[in-house]
């Protein structure tokens, strides 16, 4: 089992910044791929960056150039720094954890909340 427990949530005017993070503890393994997500009502969760442990990383073409996504490997943690943020951004981020391939190890973070207001 892994927990995951995000924070960093809020509200935020448009062209502002926030950061996210999130800290995961149990039973980590050293290769796993920490990322963020989003959702918001009515549609699917959709991927907003992820980082391999060894360094790679994926980012949606909405949010390139604006968001950045780092990681404290001893520390179990993902940033997401966001700056210009646009209400188009507005969502609920939720926090993945995902393990080796084979390991079956998929975690999710119970969600914070992103507004960015016009």
């Known amino acids: 089992q892994v927990q995951l427990v995000e924070s960093g949530g809020g509200l935020v005017q448009a062209g502002g910044s926030l950061r996210l993070s999130c800290a995961a503890s149990?039973?980590?393994?050293?290769?796993?791929?920490m990322g963020w997500y989003r959702q918001t009502p009515g549609n699917q969760r959709e991927l907003v960056a992820d980082m391999v442990s060894s360094g790679s990383t994926r980012y949606a073409d909405s949010v390139k150039g604006r968001f950045t996504i780092s990681r404290d490997n001893a520390r179990s943690t993902v940033y997401l720094q966001m700056n210009s943020l646009k209400p188009e951004d507005t969502a609920v981020y939720y926090c993945?954890?995902?393990?080796?391939?084979?390991?079956?190890?998929?975690?999710w973070g119970k969600g914070t909340l992103v507004t960015v207001s016009s």
């Open positions: 993945n954890w995902v393990g080796p391939v084979g390991s079956g190890m998929n975690y």
């Open positions: 149990g039973s980590i393994f050293s290769f796993n791929i």
